[in-house]
């Protein structure tokens, strides 16, 4: 069992929890996810590490309330456990070497981006963020992406917060504008990535992805983070979770992902009904 021992509402569809997981927090790097279970009878979701501290031994996950599962983790409170929390798992992004980069966020891969924008801020990269949301009240982690960063761009599609537009439109300013960068990295819904990827593409500057929003078990075995990289299939899970951008099929991906969102609406609804009827 692993305990709770924060958890904070970033805005109403999005959850942070630390959980006291010591031998995970010890080894975790930036890219990686966990697996868990909320209770014995549960199913195994695959959750990016967010952030760790190695000296309380807490790991930190974010996570949006989307299906029956995150719903089921979001009504734990702290002090309470979740019965499995197993990890690190995947390939840490890689950090190394990298001098000047552009760390591109959209909505709660947000919370992927951060760790890797904190690992190459203390490792003395030049961070120039650019993370974008729908409106001024899905905004996350700005104070933390502000604390690692040289240069933050802040963007909204309705113009509420920040600068009015998509992430694509900022990062084009910044590349035009002269920043030349060793690498981008995006993170966010596969649509994004996708034309962020185009965009680099055109400027010849090499681009990672990472496809955890397409994970399911998070094992390889059900063969739903299946996707094409250079022709060659390749599984989110044991593969990447990070790839070359340019080489992603990504509406090989998008189409795949849709399958599976009518079955997460109604697990979610019923879960959520679930719920009503033992409060009332």
Known sequence: MYKIVRKKVLNPTVTLMDIDAPLIAKKAEPGQFIILRV??????????????????GT??????IVGATTEKLNHKQEGEYIADFVGPLGVASHTEGLKKVAVV???VG????????????????????VVGFRNKDLVILEDEFKAVSDVMKMMTDDGSYGQKGLVTNAL??????????DEVITIGPLIMM??????????????????????IDGTGMCGGCR??????????????PDFDGHLVDFDEAMERGRMYQAFERHAHEETCNLFKKEAE
Request: net charge negative; charged share 25%; glycine share 8%.
């Open 39 to 56: 209770d014995d009878e549960g199913e195994r979701i695959p959750l990016t590490v967010a952030d760790f501290d190695r000296e309380k």
């Open 194 to 215: 996708k034309f962020v990827c185009k965009l680099t593409k055109q400027y010849d500057i090499k681009t990672v992805v990472s496809m955890n929003p397409i994970m």
């Open 227 to 240: 996707l094409t990289v250079d022709g060659k299939t390749k599984f989110a899970c044991v593969d990447g």
């Open 172 to 181: 084009q300013e910044l590349i035009e504008s002269g920043e030349q960068y």
């Open 110 to 129: 947000c919370a992927i981006a951060y760790p890797i924008a904190k690992k190459l801020h203390n490792l003395g990269c030049e961070v120039h963020s």
């Open 105 to 107: 966020g959209g909505g």
């Open 59 to 64: 790991v930190t996950i974010i996570f949006q």
